[in-house]
């Protein structure tokens, strides 16, 4: 009945051909009215759209993503740490690494490493500083290769990882801040993102691991959700929502956007506010949902991240928040990236090609032991994670902490308070005898960033980082004696050294003879209504006298409080000592 019924068919539809219309049979040998014979069909000459699934391009994208991070943070590197820790530094790493050693029993072994993990333990200290200057160079040169290639491997990956570490590491007080551990974490996922040795954009026997990809997705929801919850257990203003009322004035280091955003509407103010618990509290959990609401959160938390560039110089962690919201997307939605051209695209076009017709790579002893590889990684982050997700449940939450000594899954957070009012020490000197003289000039220090100059127009410095600006900032809300850095930047100042003085804007003194007394002025600061007497002067600050941060100080007065601490003396050479 079936071979009867087909022979039918196949005789009305010859009739129809004879009878009328030859293309029918033509369409139905693959080709189409008016294509010669052997041309290309014009549906396989149409752009081919990439599908959904896989993750070779958002590879390409989070390797460049990385390098371009690695990049800022060894250029500040390079730029700051001689003055801030090296032979002359504020805070020498030889003299940190030399304590580590004698406290870990005065042998540079796997103990000292465990405690400090840095390749200057293998290095001659005798040259600290051009031993800094050789890891940032280092890591500036491999990360460039990264950023303009798209290709990396384990190799490369583990190398920026341990440069970086080892500079993390000894870097003290000056590398404390939470975006370093974040970054660290970063680079270190980034390591299983990559073939072992292959240089390939698209390296066709190594597809990116889904495991990987979770990795970096697991990380932005911690991120966020740490940010998050800080704040509801911190601040009150955070639940009340009028912590942006503050911020933008009061942050670390304000940027002209961030004084516009200041005199917003409440009712503005409001809306960040909301917007910030839903971002951080509510829009992580879309990751779990399906491809279609991970997109959505990658949206959302790319777009959170760029207004937080925009609105405040907050180094480079803002950028950096916005790598592992990049896994959050596939290859179909990073296509638009890279042109019909890219070589790239065309090498996961034609991969996705084979897939879709059963011809995949035949599974070979690499393509296996790198499935070990992820499963060893998930099994890792997953033990790392216990205490993390311990303490995001805890009512005694911290953040910015590190439960192990490699900082590979870490905990995060930030503004978990907000400060009312803006505080700012301002460094001054003067040529005067005797500092309580009445008619003594007192000139001022102005630093790269921070605020000084009440008619300076705050900067635009992110995703780069001064890091003594910053420091500048928490020193404002403590005293002296909890900061006593900023004594030894008052004796550096005292002596014009050059090291110090290029971590400053303006030096009052230059060219003229050392001060001969140097104090701390605590002023309180805020801005300037727009439309006021005082913005059409040109200010963009008003500030109020608190009273001094501490009193005036000379050389031969902090003799004994360098001696004490086992600072050089500036009066001294490089090299002597008190």
Not at 320 to 335: E, K, M, R, W, Y
């Amino acid at each position: 009945m079936a071979a009867t019924g087909d022979s039918s068919g196949s005789s009305v539809r010859k009739r129809h051909v004879e009878g009328r219309n030859p293309e029918p049979e033509r369409e139905e040998s693959g080709e189409k009215h008016g294509d010669e014979p052997g041309e290309e069909p014009e549906k396989d000459r149409r752009p081919q759209s990439l599908h959904p699934g896989t993750f070779w391009l958002t590879r390409v994208v989070l390797l460049r993503s990385v390098a371009f991070i690695y990049l800022v943070a060894f250029s500040v590197a390079f730029n700051q740490n001689k003055q801030l820790i090296g032979e002359r530094g504020l805070m020498p790493c030889r003299s940190y690494l030399s304590s580590v050693k004698k406290y870990v029993g005065g042998k540079i072994g796997m103990a000292a490493f465990a405690y400090t993990p840095s390749l200057l333990w293998l290095l001659d200290w005798s040259e600290m500083d051009a031993n800094l200057d050789a890891l940032a160079v280092a890591g500036m040169a491999l990360s460039a290769v990264v950023l303009v290639t798209g290709t990396a491997n384990m190799v490369i990956m583990a190398s920026l990882w341990v440069l970086y570490h080892s500079l993390v590491s000894v870097g003290q007080l000056w590398y404390s801040f939470g975006w370093e551990s974040q970054l660290l974490e970063t680079g270190f996922l980034s390591i299983f993102l990559c073939p072992l040795w292959t240089l390939s954009q698209v390296p066709p026997r190594c597809p990116p691991s889904l495991i990987s990809i979770w990795t970096f997705r697991w990380l932005i929801v911690r991120i966020m959700l740490g940010a998050g919850l800080i704040k509801i257990r911190g601040d009150k203003c955070w639940r009340d929502l009028t912590c942006m009322d503050y911020h933008y004035e009061t942050q670390p280091v304000p940027n002209p956007i961030s004084y516009y955003m200041h005199f917003s509407p409440w009712w503005f103010h409001r809306f960040e506010t909301i917007s910030n618990h839903l971002i951080e509290l509510v829009f992580p959990f879309f990751t779990f949902l399906g491809r279609r609401m991970c997109t959505v959160n990658g949206v959302v938390q790319v777009l959170f991240q760029a207004v937080l560039i925009t609105s405040g110089n907050l180094s480079f962690l803002n950028w950096l928040t916005i790598v592992p919201s990049l896994a959050c997307f596939d290859d179909a939605a990073l296509g638009f990236l890279f042109s019909s051209k890219s070589g790239a695209k065309k090498a996961v076009l034609e991969i996705q090609k084979e897939e879709a017709a059963g011809r995949t790579p035949k599974p070979s002893k690499g393509m296996f032991i790198r499935r070990v590889v992820n499963v060893s990684l998930a099994v890792l982050i997953g033990y790392l994670s216990v205490p993390v997700v311990m303490n995001l449940f805890s009512s005694k939450q911290v953040m910015n902490t590190s439960f192990d000594p490699l900082r590979i899954v870490n905990t995060y957070g930030a503004f978990g308070s907000i400060t009312k009012e803006r505080t700012e020490v301002i460094f001054q000197g003067t040529l005067s005898g005797d500092p309580q003289d009445p008619e003594a000039l007192w000139e001022e220090y102005q630093f790269l960033c921070k605020p000084g100059d009440v008619q300076r127009r705050p900067c635009f410095i992110s995703p780069y980082h001064y890091r003594l600006d910053w420091l500048m900032w928490f020193a404002a809300f403590q005293t002296y004696e909890q900061s006593e850095w900023v004594i030894h930047i008052a004796g550096r100042l005292l002596s014009n050294d050059s090291s110090v003085l290029s971590l400053i804007d303006y030096n009052p003194f230059q060219g003229r003879e050392t001060p001969r007394w140097v104090r701390g002025e605590h002023f309180t600061y805020r801005f300037t209504p727009p439309g006021s007497s005082s913005a059409a002067e040109g200010k963009w600050w008003l500030r109020k006298r608190i009273g001094a941060y501490f009193p005036a100080v000379d050389l031969e007065g902090l003799r004994g409080y360098f001696q004490s601490r086992s600072w050089p003396h500036p009066h001294l050479k490089p090299g002597s000592r008190t």
